[in-house]
DNA sequence: CGCTGAATTGACTTCGGTCAATTCCTGTGG
DNA sequence: CCACAGGAATTGACCGAAGTCAATTCAGCG
């Protein structure tokens, strides 16, 4: 863990995670403290630094206050996959809380600020604000569904396929989290990166990119994204946006 | 849902799920009973019935409590995904928490009998025992990361490796749940099925398992496998067991 | 004993991989 | 301000793993 810098946030911030997860369900005043109370230390990191690497202990947990990373795993023969991007106000070390290790490298896409905490202090967010814990499970849960989606969309569909739903992925998750500014949006992610993400060499990804240039669909500008008309691209790909809405019904009510 | 048959299980039948679960935590009794009363309404399924339907809603929640299933989806052109087996102890609507309707097929693959419960339960266990709820969100974490295997088996591995792998998945699950008597164990899948579990064809599977045969690691005689050295072939094929241990020391200890 | 769905086998095709040369950027230092 | 270095992207020729299609065999079952 490099270029870190332990700063206290500011106390009026708005919490990332408490912003995220107040689209799903409607949060107490002490929820949302308690939520900011996860984001005391924050760290920096430039593109391509490393978080936390792969089989290696890692204690803390962190949440993504700005910016965006990947978690990837490498293979013996030195391939890579890199497994889901993870975006503002989303639990960075998920791959991380079942073991004492990770389970995943995780890696800086953008510049970007993490904040960690204790890894018990989670534990204490699930005794002291059950609403919160369930909130959390069901946003794991449509976070299984998204990474099932990416499942399909490599086993089942070809390379023009592939990547157009991944571009359409990460558009839905920037615009989430108001990270874009008009119809476009940048992808600091190079070609073999691409690749990696849905199983498809980097010379193939050139192919398909292009391929997927000439259906008039997408355009590109360099690391400059922009989708056209995306609901016909996701009606051909079959592509479900899986966070802009969940069901909190049988989450008990605020009070 | 055809075949069902609502009868109140025995009352003093120990809860599958919380067997699993107490390999990972010492429960208490009044946790035991929590997830016991989880478990009211008993549904019988044959190999093959449909338990849910993908976008179709879906407000009650199963767990299993004996036998095996799996969750699928379709695409337009007819192709199949199958994302994951669920088993015993498992909650088998998963794909299902965060929605009022199933994201997945749910199709049983051997005789099985799952317990119903209603949504709103679940909020209630969050609520009143928040360790089985931390609990439940760590065995999600756990399975994600075993899906991200899957994702990573099919992204970048071939067709040897990736049958390799799931049997290694299959075998191990079934032995978490004591279903596997010997050293062999009953997979009720068609090639078919297990093409659409690694993204390949039927035809590819019959290859794929043939040169499997050859090396010698596995034996088959029907729908028996025998895998004769396992540790040989998870170091082959790079497979780690995310399910034999998962770390609690972050949740409260039992009083 | 014949029917049906699954498995096996073979011939041929294709999508994506491999390898390698060339061009394009972008940042850097003279 | 320009030359240069090095990574990324592009392009092309060729290869191979997996897909497609179809015929044949097998196995369970009424």
């Not at 949440?63 to 890579?80: F, K, M, N, P």
Request: charge should be negative.
């Amino acid at each position: 863990m490099n270029r870190e810098t332990a700063i206290t946030a500011a106390p009026d911030a708005e919490s990332p995670l408490a912003r995220r997860l107040s689209q799903y369900l409607d949060l107490t005043y002490s929820e949302r403290d308690a939520l900011r109370a996860l984001e005391q230390e924050r760290h920096e990191f430039e593109p391509g630094d490393i978080i936390a690497r792969e089989d290696e202990a890692l204690e803390r947990m962190y949440i993504v206050g700005s910016g965006w990373l990947h978690a990837s795993t490498h293979l013996q023969d030195g391939a890579r996959q890199i497994l889901r991007f993870i975006f503002v106000g989303e639990i960075a070390t998920m791959f991380s809380v079942a073991w004492e290790y990770s389970a995943a490298t995780l890696t800086a896409v953008s510049r970007c600020t993490l904040y960690g905490f204790e890894r018990t202090t989670l534990g204490q967010l699930f005794r002291e604000y059950p609403r919160l814990g369930a909130l959390l499970y069901a946003v794991a849960a449509a976070e299984q569904v998204a990474m099932a989606d990416r499942l399909t969309s490599i086993g089942r569909t070809d390379g023009m396929a592939r990547i157009a739903t991944l571009l359409l992925d990460i558009r839905s998750r920037l615009r989430a989290v108001g990270e874009i500014s008009g119809s476009q949006f940048e992808v600091p992610l190079t070609q073999q990166d691409l690749g990696d993400a849905v199983g498809l060499t980097k010379t193939h990804i050139g192919r398909s990119l292009k391929a997927l240039e000439k259906t008039g669909l997408v355009e590109r500008e360099g690391r400059l994204i922009r989708i056209t008309d995306v609901n016909a691209l996701s009606d051909i790909v079959d592509f479900k946006d899986r966070h802009a809405h969940i069901d909190t019904s049988w989450i008990a009510q605020k009070h």
